[in-house]
C-alpha cells in the first residue's frame, strides 16, 4: 500500500493487477500479460541499440541472444515497489521470457516493460528518489544489482563480492534519502547485510 496515494496493490492467479482504494473498492483490474504502452523511450535518439546505457557499456547496445532458464523451474512469486512519489509502481513476475517487471502509473495503467534479461531474481526495489529499480541478476561471470531506468532499461550495475552459489540476495531496500542500498544476502542459512553507498555516481560498499 502506498500511504500517501492510499492505494493498494493485490495479484490474483490469473496474473492481474488490482489497484484498489483503500477502502478496497476497484479502481482498475489489468493482466500483466497485457502490452505496455511503452517499450521504451527513444525521445528523438533513434532505436534501443543507439542509446545510452551508463557504465554498462556497448556490449549492452548491441542485440544479445539471451538464454533463459527453464521457466517452470523459476519461484513464481509476484511482488512490487512504488516510486517515492506515488505516481507509479512496479510489478515483479515470471512471464514468457523469464522473470521481468513492468511499470504501472498510479492510475494502474501499463507504461513499461523491463529489458529482456536471462536470469534476474526476486527481490527488487525502487529508489525514492525515482531514479532506478534495483534487481539482482546472474550472469555467466558475475553476480550483480542491475540499476533499470523507469523505461525499464538497464542504466548501471553494481557487482557484488561473491557469487550466487556462494551467497543470494534475499532482499534489497534503499534508505529514504535515496544514498544508501541494502542488500541483505543469506550464506549457510545466515542473514547478512551489504550496504552499498551511492551518491554522485560513485559507490561504496560496507
Known amino acids: 500500500m502506498h500511504y500517501a496515494q492510499k492505494l493498494i496493490i493485490k495479484f490474483n492467479r490469473s496474473q492481474n493487477v488490482v489497484l484498489m482504494f483503500s477502502t478496497f473498492d476497484v479502481l482498475?483490474?489489468?493482466?500483466?500479460?497485457?502490452?505496455?504502452?511503452?517499450?521504451?523511450?527513444?525521445?528523438?535518439?533513434?532505436?534501443?541499440?543507439?542509446?545510452?546505457?551508463?557504465?554498462?557499456?556497448?556490449?549492452?547496445?548491441k542485440k544479445?541472444?539471451?538464454?533463459?532458464?527453464?521457466?517452470?523451474?523459476?519461484?513464481?512469486?509476484?511482488?512490487?515497489?512504488?516510486?517515492?512519489?506515488?505516481e507509479f509502481f512496479a510489478v515483479n513476475y515470471v512471464g514468457s521470457n523469464g522473470r521481468m517487471f513492468k511499470v504501472f502509473n498510479k492510475e494502474g495503467s501499463m507504461q513499461y516493460v523491463s529489458e529482456l534479461c536471462a536470469n534476474l531474481?526476486?527481490?527488487?526495489?525502487?529508489?525514492?528518489?525515482?531514479?532506478?529499480?534495483?534487481?539482482?541478476?546472474?550472469?555467466?561471470?558475475?553476480?550483480?544489482?542491475?540499476?533499470?531506468?523507469?523505461?525499464?532499461?538497464?542504466?548501471?550495475?553494481?557487482?557484488?563480492?561473491?557469487?550466487?552459489?556462494?551467497?543470494q540476495v534475499v532482499n534489497l531496500n534503499w534508505s529514504q534519502d535515496s544514498d544508501i542500498l541494502l542488500i541483505e544476502t543469506i550464506r549457510n542459512e545466515i542473514h547478512y547485510c551489504l550496504f552499498r553507498f551511492l551518491i554522485n555516481f560513485c559507490n561504496k560498499i560496507f
Open 28 to 61: 482498475v483490474e489489468v493482466s500483466l500479460n497485457e502490452k505496455a504502452e511503452k517499450e521504451f523511450i527513444t525521445v528523438g535518439w533513434g532505436a534501443k541499440e543507439t542509446q545510452f546505457h551508463g557504465s554498462v557499456g556497448k556490449d549492452n547496445r
Open 121 to 167: 531474481q526476486v527481490p527488487m526495489a525502487w529508489k525514492p528518489s525515482g531514479l532506478w529499480i534495483a534487481k539482482p541478476e546472474i550472469h555467466n561471470n558475475k553476480y550483480t544489482i542491475t540499476l533499470f531506468e523507469r523505461n525499464g532499461l538497464k542504466h548501471n550495475e553494481l557487482v557484488l563480492p561473491f557469487s550466487p552459489n556462494e551467497e
Open 64 to 86: 544479445q541472444e539471451i538464454q533463459i532458464d527453464n521457466i517452470e523451474e523459476l519461484d513464481k512469486t509476484i511482488t512490487c515497489c512504488w516510486r517515492g512519489d506515488g
